[in-house]
C-alpha cells in the first residue's frame, strides 16, 4: 500500500526526455511535503547480445551528462505505449545491427528510484544475425565483441559503471547455469562465468 | 576526450534534490543541439551492511516515484563537499543504527547516464555493532536481516529492482572469493555465493 497522499501534481517542466513535476503529498508520516519527481518520458529497455560461441556485443560511448566515455549493452528508450520488446528489438538493430531470433526477459530495473520514475526492462537476446547498423546521427558508438566472462569483469574492475548493464549482466550472469538454453554452442558455463 | 562541445549552460530548475540545466552543444556529429540535463544535488551512496556470520541488513520503503515498494541496501546522499564514506557511514548509522568498524570502497555506479550525473558511491562495512537508528521522519522504514544468498536471490528473482543495491551486490559477491578479509567468521564461501 503507498503510504503517500498525493493532494494535487503540477508538470513544471517538459522535454523530449523527461518532465518534472511537483506533487503535494501528506508523508507517510503524516506532515505536509512536496515530493519533486523526474518522470522520464521514454521507458527504457537494456539487451545483452549473445552470440552463440558465447560472445556478447558490447557498444561504447561517450555520456555527456556524466562527463565520461562508457561502455554498455546496447540500451535506449521507447514510446510508453510501445512494448519494451518492440523498443530492444529496434534499438539493438539500430545500434549495432544485430538481429535475433530468440528474445528473454530478464527482469526490470528502477535506475534512480529516489526522485526518478525510470524503470529499464533488460533482455538476452539470442540466435544472432548481423545486419546493417543505423545509429542516431549524434551516436558516436563503437562496438566490440568480446567474451561474456569478459564483460563480467569489466563490471567487477569498474570499467563498466552504467547501471542498467550492470544490472542485465547480472541477471545474465545468474541464469547461466542455463546457458545452453540461450547459447547451445557456447563455451560459458556456470563455473566459468562465477569464478 | 569529450566529443560534445558546449557552448553555453542554463539552469532553468532548482529544487534541494536536483536541478535541471539545458546545454547548447555542438554533437558529435558537429550539429547544433541543446542537451537536457538533470544534476542531482548530491552525491549517491550505498552500503552493504555485512555481519559475522555472512548476513546483511536490509531496508523496505515505499518509493513515491516508481509507485512500488522497494528493498534496497542502506543507501542515501551527501553533499557535494563531503566525502562519499563520512555520508555513508551517516547514512548506515541513520537508517539502521549499524556502526561499522571497518569499510572498504566497492565501486561506482552511474544510475542514468543519459540526461542524469547521479554517481552512487558502494561500500562494504564490516565489523559491524548495532546502535539506535535515527531515520529522517519522513522515512518509513523496516528493516530486516538475512544471509547475503538470501539478498542475491532477491535480485535474480526480481524482489530488488533498485539500481545501486544491485550493483553493490554484485560487486560485493565478486569480492567473496575473499569474503575471509571481510567476515572472518563468515559461513559464505565462494562456491555457496555463486551457485
Known sequence: MNPWKTLSSSQIYTNPWFSVREDRV?????????????????????IVP????????????????VQEYSWEIP???????????ESAKRELREETGIIAETWQYLGRVHTSNCFLDEVSHLFVATNLRQGPAD??????????RLPFQEAITMVKDGVITDAISIAAIF???S?????????????????????
Chains 1, 2 share one sequence.
Open 26 to 46: 501528506i508523508a507517510p508520516d503524516g506532515r505536509p511535503d512536496i515530493y519533486h519527481v523526474v518522470s522520464a518520458a521514454r521507458v527504457a529497455v537494456g
Open 50 to 65: 549473445l552470440w552463440d560461441d558465447g560472445s556478447v556485443t558490447l557498444v561504447g560511448q561517450y555520456r555527456y551528462p
Open 75 to 85: 540500451e535506449g528508450g521507447g514510446d510508453v505505449d510501445s512494448e519494451p520488446l
Open 135 to 144: 545509429p542516431s546521427p549524434e551516436e558516436i558508438l563503437r562496438v566490440q
Open 171 to 173: 541477471h545474465l550472469m
Open 175 to 195: 541464469r547461466m547455469t542455463t546457458v545452453a538454453e540461450y547459447a547451445p554452442s557456447s563455451k560459458l558455463c556456470s563455473s566459468e562465468v562465477n569464478k
